[in-house]
């Protein structure tokens, strides 16, 4: 896509004359990376939904808790001193903090896999048109220190 002279065929540098396929698509090295990409991607995404969920349950569980702590000192603060009278409110806007801390990861957690859902249904969605099929199998290895490496088998047929 370019912005002066619209979408081009890189295979040919004109103007696409298809309606429904292209009859002499080229997937080069591409598809390969491209497919390659999105499953790691996906791999990734998969391994994180553990960890997403309990940081979720602790900061959430932590808010509730602040809440409550915050409704207690109000209610034996309320006739006290004026100093006293502030604490709940810090308490309360510490829970909201602890709130923003469970939903933010669990949020961009969903978020991303749904992108990556819709990426992979549209892959699947063109190589099916095009009959072609792929078999891939990631894993991954942690080294030392906790970083993984991933690694991938694929077969394009």
């Not at 859902?117 to 030392?144: C, M, N, P, T």
């Amino acid at each position: 896509m370019h912005i002066l002279t619209g979408t081009t065929c890189k295979l040919t540098e004109k103007k696409p004359n298809f309606n429904y396929k292209c009859k002499d698509i080229k997937w080069g090295k591409n598809l390969k990376v491209s497919i390659s990409n999105l499953y790691i991607d996906l791999k990734k995404n998969e391994l994180q939904t553990n960890l997403v969920y309990l940081n979720f349950v602790v900061f959430f569980v932590l808010s509730l808790a602040a809440f409550y702590y915050s409704y207690y000192l109000f209610v034996r603060s309320y006739n006290n001193d004026f100093v006293l009278f502030r604490l709940p409110l810090l308490v309360f806007v510490a829970g909201t903090i602890l709130l923003g801390y469970s939903f933010n990861p669990l949020l961009r957690y969903i978020r991303d896999r749904n992108d990556l859902k819709g990426k992979k249904k549209e892959l699947d969605q063109l190589l099916e048109l095009y009959r072609v099929d792929f078999s891939i199998d990631v894993d991954y290895e942690k080294d030392a220190h906790g970083n993984k490496t991933f690694h991938y088998d694929l077969k394009v047929f």
